[in-house]
T-cell receptor, first 117, second 114 residues
Framework: AQKVTQAQTEISVVEKEDVTLDCVYE???????LFWYKQPPSGELVFLIR??????QNEISGRYSWNFQKSTSSFNFTITASQVVDSAVYFC??????????????FGQGTRLTINP | DAGVTQSPTHLIKTRGQQVTLRCSPK?????VSWYQQALGQGPQFIFQ???????QRGNFPDRFSGHQFPNYSSELNVNALLLGDSALYLC?????????????FGPGTRLTVT
């Protein structure tokens, strides 16, 4: 069965600090997809990144970076030089290949990130 | 380029009533998935529609049903509402036909059952 665990319920840091959000997943499939979404107070989930199980390259996008390690089933998200606008709930999600495409998303419980000025 | 839209934004219903929520997918997308997000929780998958058929379903009772129209828009219907159905209902669109695995979410419909 698929499962995503985000052990950090809440994180609070001061602006400009670096912060890492942890994500650990479980799946029996060899082909799967990992995602991160941001949910600001408005409620809409904003897509941040997708990573395929066969691509372990880390990715950097501006102040955001992602570390994917299959050996530890982890897909961690780091924000460098955090800003107040980064405050939101962040969700890690997993999707297995359903044959016709990986579509059903299984979400973790989310991590509420608060950046204090 | 219009994103995913949902209506209504907020809804208040009484136990036992029925409700219909609506979703229009992002331009170019043909697949709609519905999720329920209880307060403080991650979204839970309800079902997915592609080519006007339900393709996958999560662990939700038959009170939850849906429909997809030829223009790819979708409806979520919930019958015999319970207090526990109070949640944010999120619609997400993607494109199975083009093998697009990213799901783009709408702003959600906040349903309150009293």
């Amino acid at each position: 069965a698929q499962k995503v665990t985000q052990a950090q319920t809440e994180i609070s840091v001061v602006e400009k600090e670096d912060v890492t959000l942890d994500c650990v997943y479980e799946t029996r499939d060899t082909t799967y997809y990992l995602f991160w979404y941001k949910q600001p107070p408005s409620g809409e989930l904003v897509f941040l990144i997708r990573r395929n199980s066969f691509d372990e390259q880390n990715e950097i996008s501006g102040r955001y970076s992602w570390n994917f390690q299959k050996s530890t089933s982890s897909f961690n998200f780091t924000i460098t030089a955090s800003q107040v606008v980064d405050s939101a709930v962040y969700f890690c999600a997993l999707s297995e290949d359903q044959g016709q495409g990986a579509q059903k998303l299984v979400f973790g419980q989310g991590t509420r990130l608060t950046i204090n000025p | 380029d219009a994103g995913v839209t949902q209506s209504p934004t907020h809804l208040i219903k009484t136990r036992g009533q029925q409700v219909t929520l609506r979703c229009s997918p992002k331009s170019g997308h043909d697949t709609v998935s519905w999720y329920q997000q209880a307060l403080g929780q991650g979204p839970q998958f309800i079902f997915q529609y592609y080519e006007e058929e339900e393709r996958q379903r999560g662990n939700f009772p038959d009170r939850f049903s849906g429909h997809q129209f030829p223009n790819y828009s979708s409806e979520l219907n919930v019958n015999a509402l319970l207090l526990g159905d109070s949640a944010l209902y999120l619609c997400a669109s993607s494109s199975l036909g083009q093998g697009t695995y990213e799901q783009y979410f709408g702003p959600g419909t906040r349903l309150t059952v009293t």
